[in-house]
């Protein structure tokens, strides 16, 4: 809802009003047209042009909203390892493609209630005409240069996170452009002319939310924290934490499911929503049993119920079935089987299956993941966003990762705590370099360690997989733009980032991730550790709390699970950086050595500083897992003293506000691996003992950001907005069948390439899936409300 606004008044919790959109890239500040999303008519704004603090503070907070016209982007570059598989390999590589391009838009349905709807609009907007045709048709109708480009970006930015709403930060973004001119474009559009009333009505579906930004839309959240569509708007926390148990009493996982809380002549009634296909609640033919149907628990209705994302799941399916023809071995098929069986019924049984065929798929060519896979964007922790991702394996890197994975028995005994915390046996897994042909879902990463089911990783195994030609384009940067580092560092920073993320990514994966034994009792009774030796490190008294029957590590530490265990890993790549040994399995040895774990710890501290970006202050609340585990970091190191890390604020250049930090390397060995030690065997015993309330008091202790103490990190916060840089964003080719051979469609790294890419990935059946998406979407819409 609109608000006046007032003179700023420095605030350790709130920022104290609503923004207006400030000048970026030399556009000019102008007015947003936010009267569409409130009934009450808006107050009057006034400006107090004598206060350049608040001016400052306008740009800072509104630069968050909206994605700036130079953001970069970036083509990945796949063509050759395509071109060097056999014409079966690119069949399976395609069907695989297809199949996680179409579950990935599903991720719209999961983000914001107008995600599905932008989508359909722009669709239609660039399938009838191209970025080019319709720049002619953006001056007509009276923008300027920078206003179309600003929303090629917008577009661009919605393709490239499958929604609204920044897959990394979870922050919304909206046009950088006045609402009247994108009007003004869209009816001046050839698929407006074609189709007025179609248009007009898709336009008046999503226009208002697609400007909002109302305190509460501002990110994701749960409840009056912000925006979400893994639960009804009408869910609080307290029903999440009921959803969980209800679930856990059926032995069912939340990965793919959401929850619906409707009201029932004054009781609230829940329905958990399952993904699948299949739409029938009854059992069908494949199924033993049904999990659907109606329960009562805890003086609660619950209904489980089938037929989340539908069409989308159909399809999903169809194209495993399809490449199934194509799989090189009978793990493959048998892991493609479970697959679809998962999607077409709901059954996360099913993935986990499939997913224990795909671990034992040892080296494969083409290297696949399907699936709702990662809980970072559910507000409780517990749900998955689709994902999946098709690439091929680069043989000379994967060689690395081969040799790591030969050493880990040998590295695994450096960590921190006792032995009796470590899983019984180290299952080793596969760790190749993958170059990304496909990677659908609303962002890529760096690394992957999956699958994320305890119970298999425990005792089964998993794989790790690093995106060599993600790494390759996502962390170049330019001097120039290098942020909050003394000159001095910049160039070796430039110089190791690159080497020094890629030993980083592989400890962090493999024996991040891949470490440390969760104390389980079975729903028998048996345990998994001997309940009379165990005794705790930190306390000297023996393990008093494990994990029971069917609770799992994200379903006892939900909301903090993600950033928690991500803060593990970290934690453990930064210890056995230090490690000669691994150094050397990476081609590092004497100076260069040194240099890489100096800008390997540098990277992490930086990297903990800009996390700040990615904190709240309105809901005191991350938005981030991976940001806020580095901003752990940097709190444990500069509590460490002694020197270590050194961080003040300062004034730039240009007058602004400004920092720097600093680390010395002489005490890296010393005082910095101390107080890793010391912190690294905290995170594990809390985990592996399934300590919440310590874990919870350990973790949101190092997470606070005030402005108090040391260091005033609400105000460095300040800083950190007024000087980001936006992340990169990338262009995927498509492939598509051309007679008997798959043909690869490759596009610039530009935002008009993005845009293609996306508009040519669906052309073969767009006027229905279009029509499925707002279909989808519109049955769920009064659940926002």
């Known amino acids: 809802m609109l608000k006046c606004l007032r003179l700023w008044k420095r605030s350790p919790t709130r920022m104290g009003f609503e923004p207006t959109r400030a000048e970026h890239n030399g556009l000019a500040v102008h007015r947003l047209n936010h009267s569409a999303t409130s009934s009450r008519i808006p107050c009057v704004r006034q400006y107090c042009s004598s206060t350049s603090v608040l001016n400052l503070k306008l740009k800072m907070v509104d630069s968050q909203y909206y994605l700036p016209n130079d953001i970069g982007v970036s083509a990945l570059d796949c063509g050759e390892a395509f071109r060097l598989l056999s014409p079966q390999e690119q069949m399976y590589a395609h069907y695989l493609s297809r199949a996680a391009w179409y579950g990935g838009l599903a991720v719209l349905l999961q983000t914001s209630p107008e995600s599905a709807n932008i989508f359909v609009l722009l669709q239609r907007l660039f399938r009838k005409q191209t970025p080019a045709q319709l720049e002619q048709v953006a001056t007509a109708a009276g923008l300027s240069a920078e206003e179309y480009q600003a929303f090629l970006v917008y577009a661009a930015g919605l393709y490239a996170n499958m929604g609204n709403y920044k897959s990394f930060g979870d922050t919304k973004f909206i046009p950088n452009l006045p609402k009247d001119k994108l009007k003004a474009l869209v009816k001046a559009s050839q698929a407006f002319q074609e189709q007025p009333t179609e248009m007009e009505a898709l336009w008046d579906s999503c226009s208002c939310l697609l400007y909002s930004l109302e305190d509460r839309q501002k990110q994701l959240g749960l409840g009056d924290k912000g925006i979400t569509t893994y639960f009804s708007g009408n869910c609080c926390l307290e029903d999440a934490e009921l959803a969980q148990k209800f679930l856990d009493s059926k032995k069912l996982s939340a990965y793919n499911t959401r929850l619906f809380k409707k009201d029932n002549g004054g009781k609230a009634c829940y329905e958990v929503r399952l993904a699948s296909a299949v739409q029938k609640d009854c059992a069908v033919d494949g199924e033993c049993e049904s999990c659907c149907g109606s329960f009562n628990f805890e003086d609660k209705e619950f209904t489980v119920k089938r037929g989340d994302y539908a069409k989308l799941m159909e399809k999903v399916s169809s194209n495993l079935q399809q490449a199934q023809a194509y799989a090189a071995n009978e793990n493959q098929r048998k892991m493609l089987e479970e697959y679809t069986r998962s999607f077409t019924f709901g059954s996360v049984e099913a993935h986990k299956e499939g997913s224990r065929y795909w671990i034992k798929d040892k080296g494969p060519i083409v290297e696949s993941y399907i699936g709702f896979i990662e809980s970072y964007r559910d507000p409780f922790g517990s749900r998955g966003e689709f994902e999946g991702f098709v690439a091929v394996v680069n043989k000379a890197m994967s060689e690395r990762f081969a040799k790591l994975v030969s050493s880990a028995e040998v590295l ?374």
């Not at 890529?444 to 005792?459: E, F, H, L, M, V």
């Open 412 to 785: 695994l005994p450096e960590l921190p705590w006792p032995k009796e915390f470590e899983k019984d046996t180290f299952l080793k897994p596969d760790f190749t370099s993958l170059d990304v042909l496909t990677f659908a879902g609303s962002g890529i990463p760096a690394g992957i360690n999956i699958p994320n089911y305890d119970d298999i990783r425990q005792s089964e195994g998993f794989k790790n997989v690093s995106l060599g030609n993600v790494l390759a384009v996502a962390y170049a940067t330019q001097k120039e733009k290098l942020t909050f580092l003394e000159e001095e560092d910049k160039d070796l920073f430039i110089k190791w980032k690159g080497p020094s993320f890629e030993v980083q990514v592989g400890l962090h994966e493999l024996l991040g991730h891949g470490s440390g034994k969760l104390f389980v009792q079975d729903d028998k009774g048996k345990f998994n550790f001997d309940q009379s030796k165990v005794t705790n490190p930190e306390t000297g008294e023996p393990v008093s709390s494990w994990y029971r029957g069917s609770e799992t590590w994200d379903s006892k530490f939900s909301t903090i699970a993600s950033s928690y265990e991500e803060c593990r890993a970290e934690c453990v790549g930064l210890y056995l950086c230090l490690n000669k040994q691994v150094l050397s399995i990476f081609g590092h040895e004497g100076q260069d050595a040194e240099d890489v774990v100096y800008v390997n710890w540098l990277s992490m501290v930086r990297a903990g500083l800009l996390g700040l970006e990615f904190y709240t202050p309105e809901s005191k609340s991350w938005r981030q897992a991976h940001m806020q585990a580095r901003f752990v970091i940097l709190r444990v190191l500069l509590e460490a003293g002694e020197g270590l890390v050194g961080l003040e604020e300062v004034a730039g250049q240009d007058g602004k506000p400004d920092a720097r930090i600093t680390l010395d390397r002489s005490k890296i060995h010393t005082v910095g691996k101390d107080a890793i030690h010391r912190f690294l065997c905290k995170l594990q015993v809390l985990k592996s003992t399934a300590d919440v309330e310590g874990g919870r008091a350990l973790y949101d202790g190092y997470s606070t950001v005030s402005d108090s103490g040391a260091h005033n990190f609400l105000r460095l916060r300040e800083t950190i907005l007024l000087r980001k840089e936006a992340r990169k964003m990338f262009v995927q080719a498509n492939t598509k069948v051309n007679g008997d051979s798959i043909e690869l469609v490759e596009y610039e790294g530009s935002a008009a390439g993005l845009i293609r890419s996306f508009t040519e990935r669906f052309q073969d059946d767009a006027e229905q899936l279009e029509a499925d998406l707002l279909e989808m979407s519109k049955r769920d819409a009064p659940c926002w409300c």
